[in-house]
């Protein structure tokens, strides 16, 4: 099972940009979706997740500007990130829950580059 995180790119502050997950394998469900990211130099944090409930949270560095969505017929996160900073910048890695017949996992993408410029 992989995920695949695309979306990524070089924008200006204030801008915009759309990250999306797909996971690779045929799968029973997926319980939570979430975003994390890690900026050079810092640890990996959380920045958003949204569970099958569809309740979601979010770092209080994002509340506001970007929105965690999952789409269930196509098994994909979504992160829309509005009013970019350049402390935005970091590798954003999707994570999700699946589950299996043997008990549920965590899987991680391999991360998307987000480059905010000022």
């Known amino acids: 099972v992989q995920l695949q995180a695309c979306g990524g790119g070089l924008v200006q502050a204030g801008g915009f940009l759309r990250l999306s997950c797909s996971v690779s394998?045929?799968?029973?469900?997926?319980?939570?979706m979430g975003w994390y990211r890690q900026a050079p130099g810092k640890q990996r944090e959380l920045v958003a997740v949204?569970?099958?409930?569809?309740?979601?949270n979010y770092a209080d560095s994002v509340k506001g500007r970007f929105t965690i969505s999952r789409d269930e017929a196509k098994n994909m996160a979504y992160l829309q990130m509005n009013s970019l900073k350049p402390e935005d910048t970091a590798i954003y890695y999707c994570?999700?829950?699946?589950?299996?017949?043997?008990?549920?996992?965590?899987?991680w993408g391999q991360g998307t580059l987000v480059t905010v410029s000022s």
């Open positions: 994570y999700m829950q699946l589950q299996g017949r043997m008990g549920d996992s965590d899987h």
């Open positions: 949204i569970t099958r409930r569809a309740h979601t």
């Open positions: 394998a045929t799968i029973y469900g997926i319980n939570a």
